[in-house]
């Protein structure tokens, strides 16, 4: 059963200005709601951009109790809420198919995804994140997120940082340099419709949603331009990112070593030197192989170099 509804709560409304023409659709993701869930679906209440359509998505959890969420969502929804709906899959899809079947439900000119246990980092941080996004071209956005504990008790870093935000925005070879890591975060994007209509994710993957989406976009001459403020908070918990890097995470193998294959290495004559080096370095640690020499030269070197940065270039 499908809950689809307007919520009318006899809140005081936010007052409307002609600016706010844009609807975007907020949609919660999660499998089997986590003791943080409800701190997720108070983030979203809580911002102030005042066209939200909300989508609260199940990915076919035995705990998923949608009559609890309805009735939270009616006991602290606000009037910008202009559409509500509450589901849940009849069967486990995995997150790029579970995103794409969400993204579809969708009304509004942008979409954002906020996933169990992450949350807003402020109450404007939606409406910053849409006054940038409109004056760009590109069907994705990026911002960067606050990592922290499962808790929120304890900020760790931002991702990306200031300065890969600048070599993202500025890189004129962003396939290389998204090639040799997933720089960007996957909580803090936002999506215009068409990102969608042109396939959304690949549904060949099961957990990896994200860095096949990105090298797919960079492939092609795209542009993810990317904000320096942070939009989310992004907890280190659940299965794709518990473990607190994607080649430590034992449910993440497969699907990483699908997009070395697939989105990578067979556009080798793309890529500059570094990048086809540290790829196939990084596909060697996921096969459990020792490392080339030649590998392991260009490993110590990109290590050196960056430890330099980080004395010298703060």
Not at 119 to 143: P, T
Not at 146 to 168: A, G, W
Not at 269 to 278: C, E, I, K, T
């Amino acid at each position: 059963m499908t809950y689809v509804t307007p919520i009318k709560n006899g809140v005081k409304p936010i007052q409307l200005s002609n600016e706010w023409t844009d609807l975007i659709t907020v949609i919660v993701l999660s499998y089997g709601p986590s003791d943080q869930y409800e701190h997720t679906l108070r983030s979203v209440l809580e911002q102030d951009y005042p066209r939200i359509e909300l989508i609260v998505s199940d990915d076919a959890s035995d705990t998923f109790d949608r009559e609890a969420v309805w009735e939270f969502l009616k006991q602290y929804g606000r009037t910008n809420l202009q559409a509500v709906e509450v589901r849940k899959n009849e069967t486990n899809q995995g997150i790029p198919r579970h995103n794409n079947t969400a993204a579809r439900l969708a009304h509004g000119t942008y979409i954002k995804f906020v996933a169990d246990g992450d949350r807003f980092l402020a109450a404007d941080s939606l409406r910053k994140l849409w006054e940038f996004a409109r004056l760009q071209e590109a069907d994705v956005v990026a911002s960067p997120s606050l990592v922290t504990n499962e808790e929120h008790t304890r900020d760790f870093y931002l991702f990306p940082s200031c300065r890969r935000i600048k070599k993202l925005n500025t890189s004129g070879d962003l396939f290389s340099l998204l090639a040799k890591a997933n720089l960007f975060s996957a909580v803090g994007m936002l999506y215009r419709p068409a990102f969608f209509q042109r396939g959304g994710f690949d549904e060949n993957y099961r957990y990896l949603e994200d860095w096949p989406a990105w090298l797919k976009i960079a492939r092609v001459g795209g542009r993810i331009p990317c904000c320096e403020a942070p939009a989310m908070r992004y907890a280190l918990s659940g299965v794709s990112n518990g473990a607190g890097s994607a080649f430590d995470a034992p449910a993440l193998r497969d699907d990483m070593l699908r997009c070395y294959e697939t989105e990578i290495f067979p556009y080798r004559s793309q890529l500059s030197r570094s990048a086809v080096h540290r790829a196939e370095y990084q596909f060697g640690r996921l096969c459990g192989r020792r490392p080339r020499p030649d590998e392991l030269w260009f490993e110590w070197m990109r290590l050196g170099k960056r430890t330099i940065k980080k004395l010298f270039f703060r």
